[in-house]
């Protein structure tokens, strides 16, 4: 059995659509909520309260770090690593434990705690971003699961994501009730002094999910238990898929 990880209900729902239409067998999904702390503890009682999967997946949204990635391109990770202000530490995992998607770009992927909006890129090209994958990843790993990263670019160094998304993104990975609201507000007031944008930042988003379930409607769970991550510097880079070429839309990126 598969194990699909998503950490919003658009991007599950789509991923969830996507696969039912596809016909997959043998296949869950999991909404495991915004950022590595929730990520982890959703997947963390998953396993240890369901049967075992044969393979998690790390999906939904990823922002491009490198230039050269276009929107909706879907991206699989050839690597992870941990990222700050400063650095991006590479994730070390077990011999076999990360593998690659078929039919998706291979990139070194980056976990960040927080949305990044213009962050100078830390990582060689192509490189991508995301909140949830190398919580998932050492997750996984512990339990001798092995992991893929299956995820779809919605914004890149030439099509950012305006500034609220990151008080968007704060507001959902936040923990207790006082929190989410004090992030809520400041997203809210940010939003109001950008109306237009904040516009076409639904319908991006909209746009993102149908892309979202429209990957895994073609692909199913074709090849997602077969190959392993090449190493970083061999590995990323060595295929690509952009099922629906460059979009004006950016959504919801971790």
Same mark, same amino acid.
């Given at each position: 059995?598969?194990?699909?990880?998503?950490?919003?209900?658009?991007?599950?729902?789509?991923?969830?659509?996507?696969?039912?239409?596809?016909?997959?067998?043998?296949?869950?999904?999991?909404?495991?909520?915004?950022?590595?702390?929730?990520?982890?503890?959703?997947?963390?009682?998953?396993?240890?309260?369901?049967?075992?999967?044969?393979?998690?997946?790390?999906?939904?949204?990823?922002?491009?770090?490198?230039?050269?990635?276009?929107?909706?391109?879907?991206?699989?990770?050839?690597?992870?690593?941990?990222?700050?202000?400063?650095?991006?530490?590479?994730?070390?995992?077990?011999?076999?434990?990360?593998?690659?998607?078929?039919?998706?770009?291979?990139?070194?992927?980056?976990?960040?705690?927080?949305?990044?909006?213009?962050?100078?890129?830390?990582?060689?090209?192509?490189?991508?971003?995301?909140?949830?994958?190398?919580?998932?990843?050492?997750?996984?790993?512990?339990?001798?699961?092995?992991?893929?990263?299956?995820?779809?670019?919605?914004?890149?160094?030439?099509?950012?994501?305006? /500034?609220?998304? =990151?008080? #968007?993104? $704060? +507001?959902? &990975? !936040?923990?207790? *009730?006082?929190?989410?609201?004090?992030? @809520? %507000?400041?997203?809210?007031?940010?939003?109001?002094?950008?109306?237009?944008?904040?516009?076409?930042?639904?319908?991006?988003?909209?746009?993102?999910?149908?892309?979202?379930?429209?990957?895994?409607?073609? /692909?199913?769970? =074709?090849? #997602?238990? $077969? +190959?392993? &991550? !090449?190493?970083? *510097?061999?590995?990323?880079?060595?295929? @690509? %898929?952009?099922?629906?070429?460059?979009?004006?839309?950016?959504?919801?990126?971790?």
């Amino acid at each position: 059995m598969i194990l699909v990880c998503a950490p919003t209900r658009t991007e599950a729902n789509a991923c969830r659509r996507g696969l039912a239409g596809a016909g997959a067998r043998d296949v869950e999904v999991l909404r495991t909520g915004v950022g590595p702390a929730r990520a982890a503890a959703a997947l963390r009682a998953r396993l240890a309260a369901g049967p075992r999967p044969a393979l998690v997946v790390s999906s939904g949204f990823a922002g491009a770090l490198t230039a050269g990635v276009p929107l909706h391109t879907l991206v699989t990770a050839a690597s992870l690593h941990r990222l700050d202000a400063r650095r991006a530490a590479p994730l070390p995992l077990p011999a076999g434990a990360l593998r690659l998607a078929p039919d998706a770009l291979a990139c070194r992927v980056a976990a960040a705690d927080a949305v990044v909006t213009g962050a100078p890129p830390l990582l060689a090209a192509p490189a991508a971003v995301d909140m949830e994958s190398v919580a998932l990843a050492e997750v996984a790993a512990a339990a001798g699961v092995p992991i893929a990263v299956l995820r779809l670019v919605t914004d890149t160094p030439d099509a950012p994501f305006p /500034r609220f998304v =990151r008080a #968007l993104g $704060e +507001a959902l &990975a !936040a923990d207790g *009730a006082g929190a989410r609201l004090s992030a @809520a %507000a400041r997203a809210a007031a940010e939003i109001a002094r950008e109306p237009v944008r904040a516009g076409a930042f639904v319908r991006s988003s909209l746009a993102a999910a149908a892309a979202l379930r429209r990957a895994w409607l073609v /692909r199913g769970t =074709r090849g #997602l238990a $077969e +190959a392993p &991550a !090449a190493a970083v *510097a061999a590995g990323a880079g060595t295929s @690509a %898929a952009a099922p629906d070429g460059p979009s004006a839309g950016a959504a919801a990126r971790r």
